[in-house]
């Protein structure tokens, strides 16, 4: 059976040796890293298949001043204020990639920007336990994280003609072997759909020979850039080279209401412009999406392999058409009160209906906004640096990023999440939107290696051509983040999110990742604007003789915050001469005054305040503490929560980071602007 799918985009890409090409820098991109003391990843089959270099990626963040090692509980998460029901949160998704983007001459470019959420919970919902209780399976099976292991989560694979018995056994195999240390982002069962379903037929694969699977033939589990059938993790292959993807991308079979896992929400696709309208149509954002689903009993297969209708009627299953979410509202229980919820809703949309056509009763469905279409920035080739973009306030350039609304979650639950960015490059030796299955195993499209008579006379070159490589797809993630409910005092009000980008290090040492700098550096806001200030940093990223320049102890990150007169300048002002924080206060410790939340800044909350808050242990606090902060910092918080600030007057600041100024890596400087 030949399929012939052509919704979709080719994600082709450029011949290229060198394995340096795209990495997150805010939120801090994984690259599959955890928590390793050499300059290169353990596992770059972690999580997701990145195709980039091994030394690339940040660290998981520590919440002290000591390594988390195997202790998930001293890790820390991001912590992102969500946007509200009508105040967008914001935050600067910086990366850099290597072969150029954005209209540059000399190839295409894609960027696809999304992320996964479910319910946070509180501590005790992490899958610590390895009971074979159902609930206790479940919770580890369905636990987003960054685990304590870099060894990838284990599978068992299927075989041919296998009986709904042994379909059962196997993935109770899955289950049960699901580990408590090892990460997790999409779910075994997610990745068990992909290796029944049958490829795409219509694809366009070169020459690229995709062997029959276990199961006797062509899986989506191969690809022309994976046509080995390697596993990264729980992701799908042919789902990660391929936007917008055919196939409904739920990570269950049938929703928890407790976890509430989301399928994978699109939230940018930056390129061609022209392609938008049909970008935004096929995103699974609004527009629902299509499975062959063969049995709703417990004891037999329930996915067929069939990615067509007329196919899955002849396998004998239904064609299940499936909704995208963000999440269900399960207290709003009529089509009445999900009406008047979706009245109140801004960005997101709200929808009565079923989440897949075959369930039993419809309920609340909220969707995320569609997604944002713009063209990518523009970057050279061979390059990881700055993109030819400026600022809101147009006035110095910046790597290539998007400011993105943070989504926006009615239920009021804490939401734990991973975000993805994929970077796709294409040559336009073919036209990568209108080549299929039909030219496979044509010379005349494109072969490897091919040689150029140029001289006429029978010789010439040979080109470097690797046609595996020809519908290529990069990626990072970040590691595991939070969003959180926003506070009654927050409503109505934007928040701006001020963070810490780059890693201890010089610039060689550092790379591909960045030297440290403040993000966004220069933060022009209103008056009734919020800013909330956080960062986070590893304790164990030593290069491991690699080198390793920065003040303090060695594979240490620290930040800090102190007023400054000027930029150009080295010396921060004291707490005392300081005079912007008179003109601020905190929504996360309203009991600080602004020397409060000066000295936090300044500490990195090694002091929590000056004597003590409701919010602040006084044991804690400047006069508090029995032993001083490190000079060099070494003793205080490689990651702070920080405050999110409210503002009384307007005004401005130049600050510094104390740490990371010196003259192997300097200037960790920036300013914000409060204007009416």
Same mark, same amino acid.
């Given at each position: 059976m030949k399929v012939t799918l052509y919704v979709?985009? /080719?994600?082709?890409?450029?011949?290229?040796?060198? @394995?340096?090409?795209?990495?997150?820098?805010?939120? *801090?991109?994984?690259?599959?890293?955890?928590?390793?003391?050499?300059?290169?990843?353990?596992?770059a089959n972690r999580l997701f298949d990145s195709q980039n270099n091994n030394k690339g990626g940040y660290n998981t963040g520590d919440a002290g001043s000591s390594d988390a090692g195997n202790r998930p509980q001293r890790q820390y998460s991001m912590k992102y204020y969500g946007s509200g029901e009508d105040a967008s949160s914001k935050l600067q998704v910086e990366w850099t990639n290597q072969h150029g983007c954005g209209g540059n001459s000399k190839l295409n470019c894609n960027i696809v920007i999304q992320y996964m959420c479910m319910n946070n919970g509180t501590?005790?919902?992490? %899958?610590?336990?390895?009971?074979?209780?159902?609930?206790?399976v479940l919770r580890r099976v369905l636990y987003m994280k960054d685990g304590v292991s870099t060894n990838t989560q284990s599978y068992k694979d299927p075989n041919k003609n296998e009986s709904d018995k042994s379909y059962i056994k196997r993935m109770k195999t899955n289950y049960y072997g699901a580990s408590t240390t090892r990460g997790l982002h999409e779910t075994v069962w997610w990745y068990d759909t992909c290796r029944y379903r049958e490829a795409n037929g219509g694809l366009f694969t070169a020459d690229q020979d995709l062997k029959k699977d276990d199961v006797g033939y062509v899986t989506a589990s191969r690809t022309r850039q994976n046509n080995n059938g390697d596993r990264s993790g729980y992701e799908c292959p042919e789902e990660r080279d391929y936007f917008p993807y055919w196939v409904p991308t739920m990570m269950t079979e049938h929703h928890d209401e407790d976890a509430q896992r989301t399928p994978w929400i699109d939230a940018a696709w930056l390129g061609d412009t022209d392609k938008c309208n049909y970008?935004?149509?096929?995103?699974?954002?609004?527009?629902?999406?299509? *499975?062959? /689903?063969?049995s709703t009993e417990s004891d037999e297969r329930k996915y067929g392999r069939s990615i067509d209708e007329d196919s899955c009627d002849d396998e004998g299953g239904d064609w299940v058409k499936f909704n995208s979410f963000i999440e269900v509202l399960t207290d709003v229980t009529t089509e009445s009160a999900c009406e008047k919820a979706a009245e109140k809703q801004g960005a997101n949309k709200i929808i009565w209906d079923k989440l897949r056509s075959d369930?039993?009763?419809?309920?609340?469905?909220?969707?995320?906004?569609?997604?944002?279409?713009?063209?990518?920035?523009?970057?050279?080739?061979?390059?990881? &640096?700055?993109?030819?973009?400026?600022?809101?306030?147009?006035? =110095?350039?910046?790597?290539? @990023?998007?400011?993105?609304?943070?989504?926006?979650?009615?239920? &009021?639950?804490?939401?734990?999440?991973?975000?993805?960015?994929?970077?796709?490059?294409?040559?336009?030796?073919?036209?990568?939107?209108?080549?299929?299955? +039909?030219?496979?195993?044509? !010379?005349?499209?494109?072969?490897?290696? %091919?040689?150029? !008579? /140029?001289? $006429?006379?029978?010789?010439?070159?040979e080109l470097a051509l690797n046609t595996a490589q020809t519908g290529r797809t990069f990626q990072d993630r970040s590691h595991v983040y939070q969003i959180l409910p926003r506070t009654e005092e927050m409503a109505g009000k934007t928040i701006y999110n001020l963070n810490v980008r780059g890693k201890r290090g010089n610039i060689v040492q550092t790379f591909p990742a960045?030297?440290?700098?403040?993000?966004?550096?220069?933060l022009v806001v209103k008056k009734n604007d919020l800013v909330h200030v956080q960062w986070t940093g590893s304790n164990s990223h030593d290069n491991n003789n690699d080198g390793d320049d920065g003040e303090g102890t060695g594979g240490t990150d620290r930040s800090n915050i102190l007023e400054m007169s000027d930029q150009s300048e080295n010396y921060p002002?004291?707490?005392?001469?300081?005079?912007?924080?008179?003109?601020?206060?905190?929504?996360?410790? %309203? #009991?600080?005054? $602004?020397?409060?939340?000066?000295?936090?800044?300044?500490?990195? $909350?090694?002091?929590?305040?000056?004597?003590?808050? #409701?919010?602040? +242990?006084?044991?804690?606090?400047?006069?508090? @503490?029995?032993?001083?902060?490190? #000079?060099?910092?070494n003793n205080a918080p490689a990651s702070y929560? &920080? =405050?999110?600030?409210?503002?009384?007057?307007?005004? $401005?600041?130049?600050? /510094?980071?104390?740490?990371?100024?010196?003259?192997?890596? *300097?200037?960790?400087?920036?300013?914000i602007t409060v204007e009416d």
């Open positions: 979709t985009v /080719v994600l082709a890409t450029l011949v290229v040796v060198c @394995r340096s090409d795209t990495y997150l820098q805010n939120p *801090r991109g994984s690259n599959n890293r955890l928590s390793e003391t050499t300059a290169n990843r353990k596992n501590d005790d919902d992490y %899958p610590y336990s390895r009971s074979t209780k159902s609930e206790e970008i935004k149509k096929n995103s699974f954002n609004n527009n629902a999406k299509y *499975r062959c /689903v063969l369930d039993a009763s419809e309920v609340c469905i909220v969707q995320a906004p569609t997604l944002e279409c713009r063209e990518a920035p523009w970057t050279r080739v061979n390059h990881l &640096g700055n993109a030819d973009n400026y600022d809101s306030n147009k006035n =110095h350039p910046n790597a290539s @990023r998007i400011e993105l609304d943070l989504p926006y979650f009615p239920s &009021g639950d804490a939401k734990r999440c991973v975000m993805r960015l994929r970077y796709n490059i294409s040559t336009s030796d073919y036209d990568g939107w209108n080549t299929f299955a +039909d030219s496979n195993d044509n !010379d005349d499209v494109i072969e490897n290696d %091919p040689e150029v !008579d /140029v001289f $006429g006379d029978g010789d010439g070159f960045t030297e440290y700098d403040f993000i966004p550096d220069r002002k004291t707490i005392k001469e300081a005079q912007f924080w008179d003109g601020v206060k905190s929504l996360t410790d %309203p #009991d600080a005054d $602004g020397t409060d939340i000066a000295i936090g800044l300044a500490s990195a $909350g090694y002091y929590c305040s000056e004597k003590g808050t #409701d919010n602040c +242990d006084a044991k804690y606090s400047l006069k508090g @503490r029995s032993k001083n902060i490190d #000079d060099k910092m929560f &920080g =405050h999110v600030l409210k503002f009384t007057k307007t005004g $401005g600041m130049n600050y /510094v980071c104390t740490r990371n100024n010196n003259f192997s890596n *300097r200037s960790q400087k920036g300013s």
